[in-house]
């Protein structure tokens, strides 16, 4: 079935063919302030799509942050037992200003990954079932199941969340009938789902985990720039976040918010000097690790305010993610992994034809080959079997560039050789 034979005029998802066909001629204007893509790092020999793994920066944070790097070479004892204190309390308060979150219970890590195993450890004395959803970032998954193995009166079930779900509800009321069963301590919910890039519905299964007495892990990696966030406001117990990914700090730049009632528990999986002293302390100094990656956060978030502003670059890329997913699955005869009353990110993921699937030893495989053929890069996951293919919508893109990124992906998919 194709994605448009999904689309009749009494649809129950509420939009018409005659709609959707109308999107192909509605390509989004470019960004103002983003017009020059020189600006970013990327390889314009490249259409880069993946921003959503390892993110993309601004030439701009790239020299900032070598520039603070000479100066950190230069006199290092002075750089980290003088300054850097300071420093990290700065750049705190504009990261916690940026996501709405309480500045003390901000603390910095490498990345979500990091971040969740911390919340893992320090609950490891907690008996009761993690929950983890079915699209789950594999690291997390990993991750739980160790923790689950190193303890015996633990185990991880995972929420079979509906791909794709015809509405949001479906997705809560999946969780909402997990967390009726066994007896769960944690559950770790997806913000955005790494696979797919959906957007979850984050408040109804907040309010579904607190009516069952379940304290809540948000894996927020692709959230942070993507989607305005108000953590105070969620009410969950810890947030992971990226920083790296749609923000455009460097690689290195994450953190971990916590709320009041876990700080005095919640520590990093790596003891250091300050272990004993409070919940930001323990986090803030772990030694040599290199705390740039942190303090051109603000940079980065900075930028991007004074090019086009934060909302304006979340419009244009939940405008490209509307026009060009349609098209992407049609292309492919298949589907988009979203609901349609679930809001559009910065990201849109399609299925692949079963056929497809037969042809390639891999989805990593079908990727490298769309690199190959066309030296254009996706994000390939498989999910229940089946392979999604995701655009991140970067504003160093244009229509033209998403035009030649189907065409690809198509090429790929329907002639494997």
Not at 202 to 220: F, M, N, P, Q, T
Request: with cysteine; aromatic share 8%.
């Amino acid at each position: 079935m194709g994605y448009f034979s999904q689309y009749s005029n009494d649809s129950p998802w509420g939009c018409s063919l005659a709609k959707v066909l109308a999107m192909h001629d509605l390509a989004p204007a470019p960004l103002r302030g983003f017009e020059d893509r020189s600006a970013w790092a990327v390889n314009h020999d490249w259409i880069f799509l993946n921003a959503g793994s390892f993110g993309m920066r601004l030439r701009a944070v790239a020299a900032a942050r070598a520039d603070l790097l000479q100066t950190y070479e230069q006199q290092p004892v002075d750089f980290l037992e003088r300054h850097a204190e300071q420093a990290v309390h700065a750049a705190r308060e504009v990261i916690a200003s940026f996501v709405g979150a309480d500045p003390l219970g901000l603390a910095c890590v490498t990345n979500a990954t990091e971040a969740i195993d911390a919340v893992l450890a320090s609950m490891r004395h907690l008996s009761g079932d993690i929950l983890i959803g079915s699209e789950a970032y594999g690291a997390v998954q990993q991750a739980s199941l160790w923790e689950a193995a190193a303890s015996n009166h633990r185990q991880v079930r995972v929420v079979d969340t509906p791909l794709p779900a015809m509405q949001a509800s479906d997705i809560v009321n999946a969780w909402d009938a997990a967390l009726a069963q066994g007896t769960p301590a944690l559950a770790i919910v997806d913000h955005i789902t790494s696979p797919t890039g959906v957007v979850q519905p984050v408040e109804g299964i907040i309010a579904c985990c607190r009516a069952h007495g379940v304290a809540v892990l948000i894996d927020g990696a692709h959230a942070p720039g993507m989607l305005p966030l108000e953590i105070d406001a969620l009410g969950v117990d810890w947030y992971a976040g990226n920083l790296h990914k749609w923000v455009g700090a460097p690689t290195g730049a994450g953190f971990l918010w916590t709320s009041a009632a876990y700080r005095d528990i919640t520590r990093p999986v790596i003891p250091s000097h300050f272990i004993h002293d409070g919940y930001l302390e323990s986090f803030d100094w772990q030694g040599t690790r290199d705390i740039t990656p942190w303090l051109m956060a603000p940079v980065a978030i900075e930028a991007v305010e004074q090019r086009s502003g934060w909302q304006a670059l979340r419009d244009w890329q939940q405008e490209m993610c509307a026009w060009c997913g349609p098209q992407l699955a049609d292309a492919l005869g298949t589907m988009l992994a979203s609901p349609p009353d679930c809001p559009h990110g910065a990201m849109v993921a399609a299925k692949l034809p079963e056929a497809t699937l037969a042809a390639y030893d891999g989805h990593f495989a079908f990727r490298d080959e769309v690199a190959k053929r066309h030296r254009v890069e996706v994000a390939m996951s498989e999910v229940a079997g089946s392979w999604w293919v995701r655009f991140s919508m970067g504003p160093w893109l244009c229509p033209a560039d998403l035009e030649v990124a189907i065409d690809a992906v198509q090429d790929c998919a329907l002639q494997p050789s």
